[in-house]
């Protein structure tokens, strides 16, 4: 019976022995595994990571490149700029025109029949040349070309200004371009330009109203020949049968339109058409003016152009009679601008 216990307690033991062998061997596939899956996806998230890298430095690669375009680009941009302000500086024109009245004395001879209904001008616009001085400059103008012509022969110029002496620089003026055209103007006599008309009506309809409300003398209107009317823009042209009814209504500059439906205000204006001809560029340098440099503010700005002056003006100093001088202190810019025979 002993022998018989002991066979299947060694039995038992065997079957306990290979079961907790087969469940280490599967506990040790299964570590096996996970370190496996570990393994490849470290090698996985590896490889991602320098994709990643390669990707970024492409990415750094092209951003460098596109801010080295941006930066070109910006700079050819200021280029064109500056070059846009210069030649807006130089050809633009802006000046206002003061208002004159004209009276019409008489037609001589009509050469054409719009003679007749139109008026017609001719202006002309000459731009004068200029230049700008800056702090520490002066501009001088001598009588004679000859006094400043050997003066730019110097290299420098020693003066004397308050016990102070220094060498000032004499340069050659070099203008801007100037520009001359004329201004050809044609305004109507017997047809105004009239606007803010309120499209309340239809088209046929509101040229009626229009005729009838400027027909009315009373309002300083007139018999009326033709309306046209433009209804996207509100606006309308009335053309009189009779000159002065056109030019009244227009210094009045505004009306009252009867619509039919109520009364409104519209602008009044003259019909005019202009052209721009004979434009011309031109340039210049004033012989008898020079430019000097360098000067220091050791008095006042009075007290400085005049020693300028007395300098000058002695032909010991290989100088002459001074027309015109302009000294400008520093801090300071003034544009001084020159006439037609090139003084100041």
């Given at each position: 019976m002993?022998?018989?216990k ?12 290979l079961?907790?062998?087969e469940r280490?061997?599967?506990?040790q ?6 370190m496996?899956a ?9 490889n ?15 951003n460098m490149?596109?801010?080295?375009r ?11 700029k500056?070059?846009?302000d ?56 001598f009588?004679e ?11 420098k ?17 070099n203008?801007?371009?100037?520009v001359?055209?004329?201004v ?24 009626d109203?229009?005729?009838?409300s ?15 009317y ?12 009779n000159?002065g ?5 227009a210094?009045r500059?505004?009306?009252?339109l ?16 202009y052209q721009?001809?004979?434009?011309q ?24 152009q005049?020693?300028l002056?007395?300098?000058f003006?002695?032909p010991?100093n290989y100088?002459g009679?001074?027309?015109s001088i302009?000294?400008v202190?520093?801090?300071?810019e ?9 003084g100041?």
């Open positions: 002993k022998i018989e002991a066979d299947d307690e060694k039995s038992r033991l065997t079957l306990e022995k079961d907790t062998d280490k061997k599967e506990a596939n299964a570590t096996t595994s996970v496996q570990q393994e490849q996806l470290a090698q996985d998230i590896t991602k990571m320098k994709e990643i890298e390669v990707q970024i430095q492409g990415i750094e690669k092209e490149h596109l801010r080295s941006l930066e070109r680009f910006c700079e050819e941009r200021m280029a064109k500056a070059e846009m210069t030649l807006q500086r130089r050809f633009k024109i802006k000046a206002v025109i003061p208002e004159k009245r004209i009276k019409f004395s008489g037609l001589e001879k009509a050469e054409r029949e719009d003679l007749c209904s139109n008026t017609e001008g001719v202006f002309t616009i000459t731009q004068r040349p200029c230049t700008l001085l800056s702090g520490g400059e002066a501009l001088i103008t009588e070309e000859k006094v400043a012509q050997q003066i730019l022969r110097l290299a110029c020693s003066v004397s200004l308050d016990q102070t002496k220094m060498d000032i620089k004499p340069f050659c003026l203008l801007e371009p100037s001359k055209f004329e050809h103007l044609n305004v109507s006599k017997r047809t105004v330009q009239v606007a803010q008309a309120p499209p309340v009506l239809p088209d046929e309809r509101m040229r109203r229009l005729e009838i400027f027909s009315k003398p009373s309002c300083g209107g007139g018999e009326v020949e033709r309306v046209s433009d209804r996207s823009s509100g606006t309308a042209q009335i053309t009189f049968l000159t009814v056109a030019e009244r209504l210094l500059r505004r009306h009252r009867d619509t039919g439906n109520g009364e409104t205000m519209v602008d009044v204006a003259p019909l005019f058409n721009l001809r004979k434009f560029t031109y340039c210049g340098a004033p012989m008898r003016s020079i430019l000097l440099r360098g000067i220091q503010d050791v008095m006042e700005e009075e007290d400085v005049d020693h002056e007395i300098h003006q002695k010991s100088g009679e001074v027309e302009r000294y202190a520093h801090g300071k003034v544009k001084a601008f020159f006439s037609e025979d090139l100041v």
